[in-house]
């Protein structure tokens, strides 16, 4: 069932940023979050932070890992909250084993719809955490995972401008 | 686009091998003071310089481990006073027995040194009849038991295509990437073909396609007005300019080939892809198409993990697929927030 869902996203994990760059969902980091594609009718949502590499000389990001829902989280159909305290030892644990080049990126989660959008609470929250966060760079992303399709948004630091991002072709 | 050009660069450092080459130098002396020593009394004064790819800048460290030494040796004589096997005999009459193996191969004298039993590098001698009442130099051809008709003196101008490949391109910077970029493709053949007989095509075939179609890619830095070039663009573009210089032939008997036509700068202007087969030139224009496609993923892939991976599989293991913390920017640590999402 995975498999069928990878080769459906193939091709289309690419994304332009909003200025310039594109940023990369490596395979990986596909593969652990379509592991939570809430496809079964009971499966409740989940979600987790992005991490991944600002490449040098470039605008370019891929995104190489993806932190999977911890059980201090709170899991329903409709709804997820991320505890911060588990994920952010996550975060930290990769940054040290990576000499500082796996960083966060943003967030991700899924929602029990073919073609996800984000809820005003959604957006709420990405504008809450742009807000909040401390991170070296001038934007997050935040994607969500449908039963059909993955969309990908980028947040700007500064305007708290949030925009879909299109798939490179 | 993944930028790649330092782990081009890496590339190029470990693949490179030029006349600065110590044990070639080496070696080089030990059969020229041998020659000087043992040569007939009978052979005219001679001049020797260094030519092949050494000499172009463009040799690169063999795969085999076989290394390679090309000698030009000039005689001050016409050719009209002695057949051109006569004139490698004396070459190779003061070079026989010096090692295991000396040869008179049709176009040179080749002297192959061994390492426990394995060949480590050869000396090929070439011998020219280098004052001719014409001006022009000539290349002795033909082995002692070749056909009359294949034991001859070529017109040949050796020194004059070593300065034409040496100054190609005006800007030192774009013949350094010029030099590179052959250095690329003739490791690639190295990787892609078999060795022996003429399925791969030579590195001098390589050199002189380079000078044709290949062009210097780079990017001027807007702030600093410095070049930033761009290898694997420039590679691409190159094989790309190669690949539509490939032309269709109709043979009498109705079969259709694509073969590419080479020919070199200098006497004898022979087409420098002549030796290969219809089959041959089929498999070289095939695994041509197969780099080429590399080349483009690799340019299009984000990751410049990928890209060396995709890359490696074209060149071999001396091209280094970096890990990743050393294609990525440093950053200090992120504190996050909660998040809940609906």
Redo the contacts between chains.
Sequence with gaps: MWERIIIKYHNKYVFRRIDTGRIKINKMALLTMSKFIQLSPDATEAGGVLLGRFILDSDDIVIDNVIIPHKKDRRSRHCFIRDKHSHHSEIVRYWKESNGTCNYLGEWHTHPESLPEPSPKDICNWKRILRQAVFDSESLFFIILGTKQLKAWEGLRESLEIKLLATEI | ???VQKQFIDFHETIKLDNENETLREKREIVLNKLKKKISPDAPPYEWFGQGSYSMSTGIKPLTGEYDIDVGLFFDMPKENTEPVSAKQWVFDALNGHTESVIIKTPCVTVTYKENGQPSFHVDLTVYAAKNADGKIYLAKGRPNSALENKFWEPSDPKELIRLVNTHFDEADDRAQFRRVIRYLKRWKDEKFQSGGHSAPTGIALTVSAMSYMRPIYLVDSFTNKRKYDDLSALKTFIKNLLNAFKLIIRIDGSQVERLEVRVPTPNYDDLFAKMTDNQITTFKNKLENLLDALEEAEAE???V?ACEILQKQFGNDFRVPP??E????????????????
Excluded at chain 2, 328 to 341: D, E, L, P, R, Y
């Design positions: 686009m993944a930028n984000v990751d410049p990928e990743k913390d294609t990525a920017k440093q950053k200090s640590v992120a504190v996050t927030t909660g998040s809940s999402s609906a």
